[in-house]
């Protein structure tokens, strides 16, 4: 199995960023209580950030609730991280939380085995 480090993904990111000249910031962050902290310092207050890209973390918790996206009208967050399983909220949220997944079929709260 070939381990991908986050900064491997978010290199064409910054190069697709910079090419179309758009703001961006990074933050690297260590477990879900220091991206709690990141998150609250950039989000609380700041009605400007309406994209937030989860690289490597957020597949497990409700993304959603975690990083209160219903508090900014058209906040939303894309979240590519190969951990397992998924959150449901994530998949079945449909307005403000995008999942990439690497899968050939679609899961949703309908198609259950």
Do not use: C, H, W
């Given at each position: 199995m070939i381990h991908l480090t986050p900064a491997f993904f978010f290199l064409p990111l910054q190069s697709l960023f910079k090419t179309d000249?758009?703001?961006?910031?990074?933050?690297?962050?260590?477990?879900?209580?220091?991206l709690a902290l990141q998150a609250r310092a950039l989000l609380e207050n700041n009605d400007d950030i309406l994209s937030v890209v989860l690289i490597n973390c957020g597949a497990i918790i409700d993304?959603?609730?975690?990083?209160?996206?219903?508090?900014?009208?058209?906040r939303v967050a894309v979240v590519a991280d190969y951990h397992r399983p998924f959150h449901q909220s994530n998949v079945d949220n449909t307005s403000n939380v995008i999942v990439l997944d690497d899968?050939?079929?679609?899961?949703?709260?309908?198609?259950r085995p």
């Open positions: 000249s758009i703001n961006y910031l990074m933050r690297p962050v260590q477990g879900y209580e220091d993304v959603d609730e975690f990083l209160q996206l219903d508090a900014v009208d058209g899968r050939d079929t679609v899961v949703s709260k309908t198609a």
